[in-house]
């Protein structure tokens, strides 16, 4: 998957999102919707990363040092602490690229 589709799915995510949250748009939202809709960034980001990360079900010793790996598992500990998701999806994307340019 390249990065080019990877950026415009979460552009036209965040489009989406965001365009039921102006507030010069007519369409109120029911707080049931709202609270919906605010899990969708990251069902989104883990549908798409959950492939990548978990791909490949055979372990070894190899594989610890995957960078789609730690970079996940490292994710899903900031997203358990940090309740803003584009400062975790933003972090999350920073330490990946460092992986992937150290390991």
């Known amino acids: 998957m ?7 799915m979460a552009l036209i995510t965040f489009f989406m999102r965001y ?9 109120k939202l029911d707080l049931r919707v709202q ?3 605010s899990y969708t960034a990251p069902c989104i980001l883990t549908a798409m990363a959950a492939p990548i990360v978990f791909g490949e079900v055979t372990f070894n010793t190899h594989d610890l040092a995957n ?5 996940g598992i490292l994710t899903i500990m ?4 940090v309740k803003n998701t584009l400062f975790v999806v933003l972090a999350s994307m920073g330490i990946f690229f460092a992986l ?3 390991l």
């Open 67 to 71: 960078p789609f790996l730690l970079g």
């Open 100 to 102: 992937k340019a150290l």
């Open 78 to 81: 900031l997203s358990l602490l």
């Open 19 to 27: 365009a039921f949250f102006m507030e010069k748009l007519p369409v």
């Open 2 to 8: 390249s990065y080019d589709l990877i950026f415009l």
């Open 35 to 37: 609270r919906f809709l």
